[in-house]
C-alpha cells in the first residue's frame, strides 16, 4: 500500500493562501505531518500562474525536502515543470503525471527512463477521457508499449484508471473496478493510483464516500491512494482492508499503525 500525501496542493484554499503568502511554516508543518501520518511521497503541486509556476515548485520542494526525508511527487499539469522540478529533489520520487495526450509520454519517459523515479500515467489520450472500460485498458495497452519502448519496469509505474464524480455515474464505480482488474491481471507488479476524493465531489459527507470507495477500489487491486493521510479514519480504513485481504500477515501493519497513532480506535 502506497500512501500519496496530498496536502500541499494550491488548489487547496489554505495551502494556496501559504503560497502566495510565502509561509513556510505553513507548508513545512503540513510536511511533517503527512510524513508522519505515514506518507510514502508527499505530492508538491503549486497550482499558480505558469510564469511562476517553477519557481514556486522550486520554493516548496526546498521547504519540504528542508522538513522531511520522505520522497517528493512532483505534480503539474505541465510535463515540462515535472521535468524541471525533479532537478531540484534530493532524491528520486513520483512524476505526477503523464498521459497519451500530445507528446507528453515520451517527453517524461526521455527524462526518467534511465533513473529511479517513478511516475503516475493517465488513461487517457488526444481523444479525451474514454467512456469505456474497454477503451480505457485500449490506452493502457498503448501506454505500456511506450513503457517497454523506453525499458521502465512496470513496477515504477503508477497508473490512474481515471476517478470520475460517483454522482454522474450510471454503474457507480463498475467501470473503475473493471479497469483496475484489468490493468492488475496484465501486470501484476504495476501499481493503480487516484485521487480518492475525486468520487465525492458535490456530495454530502463526502468522507463516507472515498472510505466506501477506498474499500472498493483496493478490493478491486488499487494499491496507490493519493489522498489526506491525515484523516485518520481514512487511513484506519485502508490498513483494515490492506489486513482483511490477507496482504498483512498477522495483521502487524495494522496494529503498528495504530500504536504509532496512524488511526484511532
Request: overall charge negative.
Amino acid at each position: 500500500m502506497i500512501i500519496i500525501g496530498e496536502k500541499i496542493n494550491g488548489a487547496i484554499p489554505s495551502t494556496a493562501k501559504a503560497i502566495a503568502a510565502k509561509d513556510a511554516e505553513f507548508i513545512k508543518n503540513l510536511a511533517i505531518k503527512q510524513a508522519e501520518a505515514g506518507a510514502d511521497f508527499i505530492d508538491v503541486c503549486a497550482s499558480v500562474d505558469d510564469d511562476i509556476e517553477l519557481e514556486t515548485m522550486k520554493w516548496l520542494i526546498d521547504i519540504v525536502q528542508d522538513a522531511v526525508d520522505t520522497p517528493i511527487a512532483v505534480d503539474s499539469p505541465n510535463v515540462y515543470t515535472c521535468i524541471e522540478s525533479i532537478k531540484y529533489c534530493n532524491k528520486p520520487g513520483l512524476f505526477n503525471s503523464v498521459s497519451l495526450e500530445g507528446d507528453k509520454v515520451d517527453v517524461a519517459f526521455k527524462a526518467i527512463a534511465d533513473t529511479k523515479w517513478e511516475c503516475v500515467a493517465l488513461l487517457n489520450s488526444d481523444k479525451g477521457i474514454p467512456k469505456t472500460a474497454k477503451d480505457r485498458l485500449d490506452v493502457f495497452a498503448d501506454l505500456m508499449v511506450k513503457v517497454k519502448e523506453y525499458n521502465i519496469d512496470p513496477s515504477r509505474m503508477h497508473i490512474d484508471p481515471l476517478i470520475e464524480m460517483l454522482c454522474t455515474s450510471e454503474d457507480g464505480i463498475q467501470m473503475v473496478t473493471e479497469v483496475i482488474r484489468g490493468i492488475k491481471a496484465q501486470y501484476p507488479t504495476i501499481h493503480v493510483t487516484g485521487a480518492v476524493s475525486n468520487i465525492s465531489f458535490n456530495l454530502p459527507a463526502r468522507r463516507i464516500a472515498n472510505q466506501a470507495f477506498a474499500v472498493l477500489a483496493m478490493s478491486a487491486g488499487m494499491d496507490s491512494f493519493i489522498l489526506d493521510p491525515l484523516n485518520k479514519d481514512m487511513m484506519g480504513m485502508l490498513f483494515a482492508t490492506e489486513a482483511m485481504m490477507g496482504e498483512d500477515e498477522y495483521c502487524m501493519e495494522y496494529i503498528g499503525a495504530f500504536r504509532e497513532g496512524i488511526f484511532v480506535k
